[in-house]
């Protein structure tokens, strides 16, 4: 430390020495070497670098050198404090740069295990199903229409051509709304979707009506109450059956895979003439395997029933049959993803089990 | 109908060696669907065995088996005596036995081959009746003596035992579609496979087949002595006779105790029905065969003439089946003498005029009776018979004669009675209505080219009459020129139906025809051009958006029956004047517990919960979209019939009595919103998550919502909240159920729900949403906090708030309640955040604190909130 310079006989103070600066910049640079912590290096810093340090203070005897000595004085101390400081800054990066390594080492969480915090929801495949199937008729440049549940008996049966009468009328193990005469059903199918269009729209017409339908049948492992169809209907001049066929054809193959054929058989419904029951090819076996065990090994899976539309149906809903003629298909939604994605029994899609929604993605 | 394939061959030529598989595809092809096969499952060598030696040995497990040597004559290949092991005690030696030997196959595809069993090389098995399918004897094997009785005599060992105890014979189950009533006999089977495979057809209601040898069934002329029968239809249905026509053949001196011949009880056996006594067996015989069901009287119960009449009030009738029946006078009725009633025609006979053990004198009926009239009473009497279901469907006109004589011949033949002469054919049957038809319209309608000869052959090859040209030739067909009238004469068929075939009635019917003999097979596939459609409806994509939002929200769809019955009503704690209790109500529901419509889809989404959490489920949020039924008044809805538009006050008032079903979506919860696990706490599902939900919905539909705190079942009391439209239309509602339904409906405490109809969310986001351009300037933030009484909601001192602000205000979020201490019991302190930003400019201080105030005003005046 100095004394106040009351003689003016400059001293030659000893901290300016060039061997003490020297010395003070080789303890600065050893201390911050040696500091292996950002808390170190800061304590470093004030003991060699800050306020109070050697260095420091003999910057601040260079005031008090007479002029001649001041610019050797101040030179050598500011590249003493210049090199201790470079010093500093490139510890400190490199420290700062281990801890930030450190820190990421120390944070790292194992991930291996889903974390199942919030539960992710589901579709329900059947509607996924029924969707589907509507979009592949859009894309055919087909519309949606939908009709009720609980219908008209009329719309039912006899705008379809069933005779109030005829054994097949019967044989829809129909829900009759109480009071049993009230003319109201629960639709047995999704066909009274095709009057309701034709009536509502005219010819030429291609929608497909997906829904839900009903029939007293007790629940177990093929049959529910309530179930689903898509009925499709095409009206317009010159369609015939192989037309019937093609959009068969394109729908079982955009379902169940590609180039997938279908097959019609004869069959009897009172709203198509001729009819025919359709069966899609075994998408497993294609045919090839006897003891196949999804379509029992004779290579075709039935799906549904179809025909061409009936003159009566067309005269109740006002269409001239001499003028237009259309078909007509409708089959099962839960048959359809049943076969699709490998289920083996329909109650598992009625019973609501989240289990059964979770084997499946939004998507199927 | 069950096709035993020995008695097809006796119709049609089917070609030897025709399993009943490929008589079933052969079927299939032209429309008989398959629905089972039976019997043909075995496969040989079994042969005929005799037992040479028995040696019973003690194993150690207490059982005794028999270790037996038996003679199969040539059929092992060697001559020797076969080493067989046998476990059944019920033969001796000298017995003859069936021996399947290795390389056969028995039912179930059990293939047999040489095994060591018990210490001996057993080289096959001696059968039992369960194993060879014939029986559920498991215990004792078959021996020939017994079992076939006097069949077995002459039986040499060796000799093939397949046919000896019918084991060659197979059935083919089909099922008949409702049009093809002449597809119920053996006839009709053997008309159809020969169509298919083009197999000679021998019509048996025109050819007998006895002893090998063919013999027409030639039915004499009606006689003026014949019993005496009246048709005396005064109400017919539509204007058609309920009976045109009816035979009646007599026959004297039946043996009523002889039996009926060993092969027409297999036959009838095969085809499912049980042999009973030779008048009953020879009438379902007949009936089998030909398809014409037919009645047989004790002549001496009858006073005659018949009376053929519909029912009168007040009769009354015991049917065969011992079941007493009012009658109803669209009843069409058998009688004798006008009085006494005999039976429902078509449908069952009484009991009093039935044939028994003591009957020597037999009436035969023969009749054809309208096919609505045999259903309608078939339908009000839940009584369907063989008889009454091929009435309804249509049976021949022509037939009756023949299968009343082929019924004389035979009970002659084996009961010992001599054939009356007098014979009575009453009544007139209308003939086939001809058909005009387009010989181009197969072509037309299937998209396979049918040349002309092609249509007529297949139309005359099922029967019909085919002439060229129109009945009436239109005089506009003869061309003034003189040309085109050959086109146009030659492009018409007047096509008559075959009399077995009354559903042949308009040119499609015969289209279908032409195709599905020609082969549905030969259909080819071509893409039809629709003129291009417009997608989804707005109404189908809200769905799905709606759907895929909750699906987002982590909660699971499903689907429930929409069946309830009013004791859900109780649990949900619906008032005993709630609408909602407003049902439509089944008049046959499945479950007597549940004979009504749900009005809401919370009546049945609990069930799936409850499922769940008897499943193990611990955390359970599902939702479903489905319509429910509102019933409208009580109205019923017209049903006009087939084939004609209802004019259009009809159709309104069929259309108006449709009860309205409107879509919803329905939430309900319970469990963990979210699980504990190793990266913290989980929490509670409670109502704020469902109230969420709620508003997700509407925010994927881009509709704002208003809500009021309500009352309302089944939801808690304090725990509910209405979701309106700005305009104050009603969306639903979501909160936690009531405590006491929790309880009701077996569901855990603090089970919350919500129910939205969607067809108010779906007209409301019916709009195109109009985008703004986004502020580039910087938000400012200010929070306030707010003193107001208790009795000021939440929502209401933030719309206070809100509009106090003013247009700088962004947003607003209340983000703490306070109510404790530090403020009085009947006061809360509600802390908002304010959110401020101008579309032009940096925002300064002074504003954000001028705006920031005014809404603290405004929720002083409004609420008498002071700010802390």
Redesign the interface.
């Known amino acids: 430390m100095s004394g106040p310079n009351t003689n003016y006989d400059p001293v030659e103070v000893s901290a300016l020495d060039p061997e003490q600066v020297e010395a003070n910049v080789a303890d600065a640079l050893s201390a911050i070497t040696a500091a292996t912590s950002l808390e170190e290096l800061k304590a470093a810093r004030i003991a060699h670098a800050g306020e109070k340090s050697p260095l420091a203070l003999a910057n601040r005897e260079i005031g008090a050198l007479p002029p001649s000595a001041k610019a050797e004085a101040g030179k050598r101390v500011g590249q003493a404090r210049g090199q201790v400081n470079k010093a500093l800054a490139t510890r400190q990066a490199e420290l700062e740069a281990e801890r930030d390594e450190r820190i990421l080492v120390e944070e790292a969480m194992d991930l291996t295990v889903r ?10 495949p ?2 996924l199903t029924a ?1 589907r199937m ?1 979009d592949v008729m ?1 894309g ?5 229409a ?1 009709g ?8 039912n ?3 379809l ?8 009328r ?2 829809q193990d129909t ?10 059903v ?1 639709r047995t199918h999704t066909s009274p979707g095709q009057a309701r269009s034709l ?1 509502e729209r005219g010819a ?1 017409l ?1 929608v497909a009506v997906p829904g ?1 339908t009903f029939r ?1 049948d ?1 629940l177990d492992a093929t049959h529910t ?2 179930f689903h169809q898509m009925e499709g209907l ?1 009206i ?1 001049e ?6 019937l ?3 068969l ?2 729908l079982a193959s955009e379902l169940f895979g590609e180039g997938l ?1 279908t ?6 419904f009172p709203f198509t ?5 359709m069966d899609f090819q075994c998408f497993v076996c294609r045919g090839d395997d006897a003891e196949c065990r999804t379509c029992g090994g004779t290579g075709w899976i039935e799906w549904g029933g179809c025909g ?1 539309v ?3 149906v067309l ?4 269409i001239d049959p001499q003028r237009y ?1 259309g078909f007509a298909f409708g089959m099962g939604v839960e048959r359809s993803l049943m076969f699709r994605n490998h289920l083996a029994d329909m109650r598992e ?7 059964f ?2 084997q499946f993605g ?1 998507e199927i | 109908m069950r096709v035993p394939l020995d008695w097809l061959r006796e119709y049609a030529e089917v070609p030897a060696g025709t399993t009943g598989t490929q008589v079933a595809a052969d079927l ?4 008989l ?1 398959e629905e089972g096969l039976h019997g043909g499952d075995v496969q040989g060598p079994l042969v005929v065995g005799r037992v040479l030696e028995v040696t019973p040995e003690k194993q150690k497990n207490g059982k005794t088996i028999n270790w037996c040597q038996v003679d199969v004559g040539e059929a092992n290949g060697t001559g020797e005596p076969q080493g067989i092991v046998c476990g059944a005690h019920n033969f001796g030696v000298g017995d003859l036995v069936p021996v399947i030997l290795p390389g056969g196959v028995l039912p179930g595809n059990f293939e047999i081959s040489a095994r060591k069993t018990y210490g001996h090389v057993s080289a096959g098995m001696i059968c039992s009746s369960l194993e060879l399918g014939l029986g559920d004897d498991h215990d004792g094997i078959i021996v020939l003596t017994d079992w076939l009785g006097a069949g077995a005599e002459g039986l040499e060992p060796g000799q093939d035992a397949i046919p000896l105890l019918g084991l060659d014979r197979e059935t083919v189950e089909v099922n008949v ?4 009533g002449y597809c119920f006999s053996l006839r009709g089977i053997a008309r159809e496979y020969s169509h298919s495979t083009g197999a000679a057809y021998r019509d048996p209601a025109l050819v007998r087949v006895v002893d090998g040898q063919e013999q027409p069934l030639t039915a004499p002329a009606a006689t003026a002595d014949g019993f005496g029968v009246e048709l005396r239809d005064e109400a017919p249905l539509d204007g058609v006779q309920g009976c045109d026509r009816f035979v009646t053949r007599i026959v004297r001196g039946l043996d009523p105790q002889a039996p009926t011949p060993a092969w027409m009880a297999t036959r009838l056996t095969e085809a499912g029905m049980r042999p009973i006594s030779l008048a009953v067996d020879i009438s379902n015989y007949v009936m089998l065969a030909l398809g014409q069901p037919t009645h047989a009287y004790d002549l001496h119960k009858l006073a005659g003439p018949i009376v053929v009449r519909r029912a009168r009030a007040g009769e009354r009738l015991t049917t065969l089946d011992d079941v007493e029946r009012a009658l109803d006078p669209e009843d069409l009725l058998i009688t004798d003498g006008g009085e006494t009633v005999l039976g429902l025609a078509g449908v069952m006979g009484g009991a009093s005029s039935e044939v028994s053990d003591t009957t020597t004198d037999v009436l035969i009926e023969a009749a054809h009776f309208d ?2 009239t045999v ?2 009473t078939s ?1 009000r009497h839940k009584l369907t018979s063989e008889a009454s279901k091929r009435f ?2 249509g049976v021949d006109h022509e037939l009756a004669p023949q299968a009343a004589q082929l019924i004389v011949e035979l009970m002659v033949e084996h009961g010992g009675g001599t054939a009356d002469p007098a014979v009575t054919d009453a009544g007139q049957v209308s003939p086939p209505e001809p058909i005009t038809f387009e010989v181009s319209m197969p072509t ?5 080219d049918y040349p002309r000869e092609r249509v007529v052959e297949v139309l005359e090859t099922i029967g019909c009459t085919v002439t060229a040209g129109a009945e009436v030739t239109p005089a506009e067909a003869t061309g003034a020129d003189g040309t085109g009238s050959a086109g146009a004469s030659d492009g018409i068929l007047t096509v008559t139906p075959p009399s077995w075939r009354p559903d042949l009635t ?1 040119p ?2 015969l ?2 025809e032409v ?2 003999i020609d082969g ?2 030969q ?15 707005h109404a ?1 994509r809200v769905r ?1 958006t709606v ?2 939002a ?13 069946f309830v019955g009013e004791s859900r009503f109780d649990d949900l704690g619906l008032g005993a004047d709630d609408h909602r209790r407003h049902a ?7 479950s007597d517990e549940a ?1 009504l ?1 749900r009005t809401e889809l919370l009546q049945t989404l609990p ?2 919960v409850r ?2 959490l008897g ?1 193990g ?1 611990k ?4 939702f479903e ?3 429910v ?1 509102l019933p409208d008044l ?1 109205r ?11 004019d259009d006050a009809v ?1 309104e008032e ?2 108006a ?3 309205h ?1 409107p879509w919803h979506v329905a939430m309900v919860a319970t469990g963990q ?3 504990a ?3 913290g706490a ?1 929490r509670a599902t409670d109502v704020t998550d469902v109230v969420g939900w709620a508003h997700a919905v509407c925010d994927a539909l881009g509709v704002s919502v208003e809500r009021r705190q309500s009352e309302r079942e089944p939801f808690h009391p304090g725990r509910c909240v209405e979701l309106t439209l700005s305009d104050g239309t009603t969306i639903g509602w979501a909160g936690e159920l009531h405590p006491k339904v929790v309880k009701a409906l077996g569901v855990p405490d603090r089970t919350v729900a919500a129910e939205l109809d969607l067809e108010v969310l779906i007209a409301a986001s019916d709009r195109r949403a109009q985008g703004a351009p986004l502020s580039n300037h910087p938000p400012a933030g200010s929070d306030i906090a707010l003193t107001v009484s208790r009795s000021v909601s939440f929502g209401d001192l933030l719309e206070s708030v809100r509009a106090g602000a003013g247009e700088l205000l962004e947003s607003v979020r209340l983000f703490d309640v306070y109510r404790g201490d530090q403020i009085g019991d009947d006061q809360q302190s509600l802390a908002f955040h304010l959110t401020f930003r101008a579309d032009d400019r940096t925002l300064t201080t002074e504003e954000v604190n001028a705006a920031r105030d005014a809404a603290v005003a405004r929720a002083a005046r409004d609420h008498g909130a002071v700010q802390r």
């Open positions: 974390p199942d915090r919030r539960p992710f929801g589901h579709r329900h059947l509607t969707e509507a859009v055919m440049g087909w519309e949606i939908e009720p549940g609980v219908e008209a008996e009329w719309f049966f006899d705008a051509n069933f005779d109030k009468d005829h054994p097949a019967q044989m829900f009759f709304v109480d009071p049993a005469d009230a003319g109201i629960l009536l030429p291609y839900k007293t007790e109450p309530v095409a317009d010159g369609l015939t059956m192989a037309h066929k093609g959009t054809d394109r054929k097959r019609l058989r004869p069959a009897y003439e001729p009819s025919a029951e061409m009936n003159h009566n005269r109740a809903c006002g003629q899609i009625i019973e609501g089990d989240v289990r929604n979770a939004m | 299939v092809r032209v429309g669907e579609t409702p049009d093809r096919p609505r259903a309608r339908r309804e469907r037309r309608y299937v998209g396979v308009t499609p019917d289209v279908e195709a599905r549905y097979d259909i080819p596939s071509v893409l039809p051009t629709a003129p291009g459609g417009r997608g989804l409806t189908q799905r759907a895929a909750l699906a987002g929200q982590g909660l699971d769809e499903v689907l429930t029956y929409p439509v109500r089944l008049a046959n529901p499945l004979p419509m069930d799936a499922r769940n499943r489920a955390d359970v949020a599902l979209i489905d319509t039924t009580a019923k809805a017209p049903v006009p019939g087939v084939g004609v538009k209802p159709l069929i259309l009595a449709v009860p079903q919103a979210e699980r696990g190793w990266w989980g």
